[in-house]
């Protein structure tokens, strides 16, 4: 896909539309109890996993301490870790933290977050948010809240960037400047957040992200935007001005894979309950250019009521941030992050990242 054109629309009726494409929740087998990442004395969240050389399973992911109530924080004290497994449901087990704070000076020095990690000619590529904002960073002693300045200024200064290494254990080089700004005046004047990169087969990278609108309500407005760039450093070009759903629906949390040639799947978190009937589940999209979206038939891809190995089921308070392992470009897992509630309480317990096997 070349990052200078909006690239070429492949001919719908030359393709094969078999029902599997539609039915992402059909895919969905029972949970290991004992699959995933988690840190005692930490949050965990965010989770994207990817098969390295040595053989074993890559994670990258978030987490901030538990000291400190799990929101705000998450937009002030989050750091990027890799954990490792030798089977793809794992347990994982935590190796090192690659995006640490780095100073304020930094676009990202004070925050990193929603990690999604992929692989073209030879490099890892790590996508992630991060942030800065000025003053002390919140401790047990000094914590946020909503209302705090530092909070709506990590908020406001969110941005995508790009981490690169040529093995999946590091070093990870850092940039200096993000890969994504926001567009003032435009419906992502706020923030760029939640990447997710698709490596084209022609090589070269569609990135879907997540903003919203920096004035009033618009800040609350989630939507989609979608840009491409020849390589991971860019430039990215927007592809389209507008937001690429038009849904009555805040979603966030894409992941997106090419499932054939010409051929794009997606999945994503809504928040409203308007689509499905189910707050926080999953819904599923498919395009035949990367840019023109349109949801499954049913459009459900995951729901936040599980079931386990052991054939309990559960209705997980979080399931979001889905991301897929592949396996020659076809999903084999999912991944996400998921949270459980004090009992009798409004507060979570612990959260970790979950993993889902999927039918092939």
């Given at each position: 896909?070349?990052?200078?054109?909006?690239?070429?629309?492949p001919?719908?009726?030359?393709?094969?539309?078999?029902?599997?494409?539609?039915?992402?929740?059909?895919?969905i087998?029972?949970?290991?109890?004992?699959?995933?990442?988690?840190?005692?004395?930490?949050?965990?969240?965010?989770?994207?996993?990817?098969?390295?050389?040595d053989?074993?399973?890559?994670?990258?992911a978030?987490?901030?301490?538990?000291?400190l109530a799990?929101?705000?924080h998450?937009?002030?004290?989050?750091?990027?870790?890799?954990?490792?497994?030798?089977?793809?449901?794992?347990?994982y087990?935590?190796?090192?933290t690659?995006?640490?704070?780095?100073?304020?000076e930094?676009?990202?020095?004070?925050?990193?977050?929603?990690?999604?990690?992929?692989?073209?000619?030879?490099?890892y590529?790590l996508?992630?948010?991060?942030?800065t904002?000025?003053?002390p960073t919140?401790t047990?002693?000094?914590?946020?809240?909503?209302?705090?300045?530092?909070?709506w200024?990590a908020?406001?200064?969110?941005?995508?960037?790009?981490?690169?290494?040529?093995?999946?254990?590091?070093?990870?080089q850092?940039?200096?400047?993000?890969?994504?700004m926001?567009?003032?005046?435009?419906w992502?004047?706020?923030?760029?957040?939640?990447p997710?990169?698709?490596?084209?087969?022609?090589g070269?990278i569609?990135?879907?992200?997540?903003s919203?609108?920096a004035v009033?309500?618009d800040?609350?407005n989630?939507?989609?935007?979608i840009a491409?760039a020849d390589?991971?450093?860019?430039p990215?070009?927007?592809?389209?001005?507008?937001?690429?759903f038009?849904?009555?629906?805040?979603i966030e949390?894409?992941?997106?894979w090419?499932?054939?040639?010409g051929?794009?799947?997606?999945?994503?978190?809504?928040?409203?309950?308007?689509?499905?009937g189910?707050?926080?589940?999953g819904l599923?999209?498919?395009s035949t250019?990367?840019?023109?979206w349109?949801?499954?038939?049913?459009?459900?891809?995951?729901?936040?009521?599980?079931?386990?190995?052991?054939?309990?089921v559960?209705?997980q308070?979080?399931f979001?941030?889905?991301?897929l392992?592949?396996?020659?470009?076809k999903?084999t897992?999912?991944?996400?992050?998921?949270?459980?509630?004090?009992?009798g309480?409004?507060?979570?317990?612990?959260t970790w990242?979950?993993?889902?096997?999927?039918k092939s």
């Amino acid at each position: 896909m070349n990052s200078a054109s909006k690239p070429v629309i492949p001919d719908v009726n030359a393709m094969n539309h078999d029902q599997s494409h539609q039915a992402f929740s059909k895919k969905i087998r029972p949970a290991p109890l004992d699959g995933g990442f988690a840190m005692k004395d930490y949050w965990v969240w965010c989770g994207s996993v990817i098969a390295g050389p040595d053989g074993r399973f890559h994670m990258y992911a978030s987490r901030w301490s538990m000291s400190l109530a799990f929101r705000p924080h998450w937009l002030t004290n989050s750091e990027i870790v890799h954990a490792v497994s030798a089977t793809p449901q794992g347990p994982y087990e935590y190796v090192q933290t690659i995006l640490p704070p780095r100073g304020e000076e930094y676009w990202d020095g004070r925050m990193t977050h929603n990690p999604s990690v992929c692989y073209r000619d030879g490099q890892y590529l790590l996508y992630y948010t991060g942030t800065t904002y000025s003053g002390p960073t919140p401790t047990p002693d000094n914590p946020l809240d909503w209302e705090s300045p530092a909070v709506w200024e990590a908020r406001g200064n969110q941005r995508v960037g790009v981490a690169i290494a040529s093995d999946p254990n590091g070093p990870w080089q850092r940039m200096d400047k993000p890969i994504l700004m926001p567009r003032p005046n435009h419906w992502d004047s706020l923030m760029t957040t939640n990447p997710a990169p698709c490596v084209c087969r022609d090589g070269s990278i569609l990135l879907i992200y997540k903003s919203a609108g920096a004035v009033g309500e618009d800040q609350y407005n989630l939507r989609f935007g979608i840009a491409s760039a020849d390589t991971p450093l860019g430039p990215y070009t927007r592809l389209q001005d507008d937001p690429i759903f038009n849904l009555n629906a805040n979603i966030e949390d894409p992941f997106v894979w090419e499932s054939q040639p010409g051929r794009y799947e997606m999945i994503m978190k809504v928040i409203n309950a308007n689509i499905t009937g189910e707050s926080g589940c999953g819904l599923h999209a498919v395009s035949t250019n990367g840019m023109d979206w349109q949801l499954s038939d049913p459009p459900q891809a995951y729901s936040r009521k599980v079931q386990w190995e052991d054939q309990s089921v559960t209705i997980q308070h979080n399931f979001e941030r889905p991301q897929l392992l592949l396996e020659n470009g076809k999903p084999t897992h999912l991944f996400a992050a998921t949270s459980v509630l004090q009992n009798g309480r409004e507060e979570l317990e612990r959260t970790w990242n979950m993993v889902v096997p999927l039918k092939s």
